[in-house]
């Protein structure tokens, strides 16, 4: 399955987001979604996570209460509604597909998007 993230920008803290990732093939109901993110200088860390029909969701302590997953599988896309964003949420954030629900090791993810970079002033 392909990825392409989308969404990212510029926000000032305590605004909201929504990004989306477009998955291609009729595969992506098979997999299980995640979004990760990476700052300038730090490694790729898991956001959150969610099986392959919703049911279930998965989340950094980080981000518990602000963000939120979710996805279509009628239009193959994973969503992640971010609000309340800090300047610490400010990174590249990538969706990834793989088979482990909410897995948080980068490498059990076996497709991703691009990235989309987000912003977050003070």
């Known amino acids: 399955v392909q990825l392409q993230a989308s969404g990212g920008g510029l926000v000032q803290a305590g605004g909201s987001l929504r990004l989306s990732c477009a998955a291609s093939g009729r595969t992506f109901k098979n997999y299980a979604m995640g979004w990760f993110r990476q700052a300038p200088g730090k490694e790729r860390e898991f956001v959150t996570g969610i099986n392959w029909n919703g049911e279930y969701t998965y989340y950094d302590d980080s981000v518990k209460g602000r963000f939120t997953i979710s996805r279509d599988n009628a239009k193959n896309t994973v969503f992640l509604q971010m609000r309340s964003l800090k300047p610490e949420d400010t990174a590249v954030y990538y969706c990834?597909?793989?088979?482990?629900?909410?897995?948080?090791?980068?490498?059990?993810?076996?497709?991703w998007g691009q990235g989309t970079l987000v912003t977050v002033s003070s």
């Open positions: 990834a597909a793989g088979y482990q629900p909410g897995s948080r090791y980068a490498v059990e993810y076996g497709n």
